[in-house]
């Protein structure tokens, strides 16, 4: 036992930086894999996949190779960790293509997205706030790179410039369209009475009704940003990347609206003096 004891401390002793610094390397980009999926519904597999199908087998391949010991592990960590690609990439592809959408969202490759959209987003704020003295409900999602062509197929089409006027009337509690939400691409009015699926994000509890659901949900499944207004109270609400900012005032939404979409650094507010509420936070209910 005492040989056994003074062989491995002689082998730890001489293991060599470069393992020490590939192990290293190896947790940082799992650490930080697993950083970029919180709060997505699969972050509780992603986590025991990373353990069983990432950490486990690269640590005993290391190992095995660098000690000549564990052949016959090495074998069957080869083939299955070869078979276990495509399983991994087919369990957890909605998350990876969520984390591919907010990678396109970073600052580095945001600079490459920038529009001139000043207008589309004035119209946006003044209806929004309209809306919102008046206490009306209103769901207005913006697309991004991500299609949304799929919920504006299921949704009565319009085709119309964007206009405070035409977003006020569509959510009037006597339109038909009003209890959907409207989708604007390229700078138009494309759809309204769409619907979208839910979130089911175990952090919102019984925070938020239907509307800011919604609203989560499909910035969860896409790039889109997303105003709504709740009609219990009013309140402006942000939504983007599966997150939800509120209460919000003229210049916060104008601020938001510019950064996000419009892509520009400049935008005003700075992001420290929004008042954020995230959907980790309590608060009461909202539709």
Known sequence: MQELIESLRANL???????????????????????????????????????????????????????????????????FGAAAIPVLVIIVQPELRRALVRLGQTRIFGIFLKGETEGMVEEIVKSAFRLSRRKIGALIAIEREVGLQNYVERGTMIDGLVSSELLSTIFFPGSDLHDGAVILQKERVSAAGCLFPLSDNPNLGTLYGTRHRAALGITEESDAIVVVVSEETGVVSFAHGGKMERPLNVEQLRSLLLRFYAQLEDAGVEESEVARETTEVGGSKTS
């Open 13 to 79: 002793l001489a293991f060599p930086l470069e393992y020490v610094i590939e192990i290293l390397i190896i947790y940082l980009i799992i650490y930080t894999f697993l950083r970029f999926m919180e709060g997505t519904r699969g972050e509780g597999i992603l986590k025991g996949i990373a353990l069983l199908i990432l950490t486990v087998p690269i640590l005993v391949t290391i190992i095995a190779e660098k000690f000549n010991v564990l052949d016959r592990l090495l074998v069957i960590v080869k083939f």
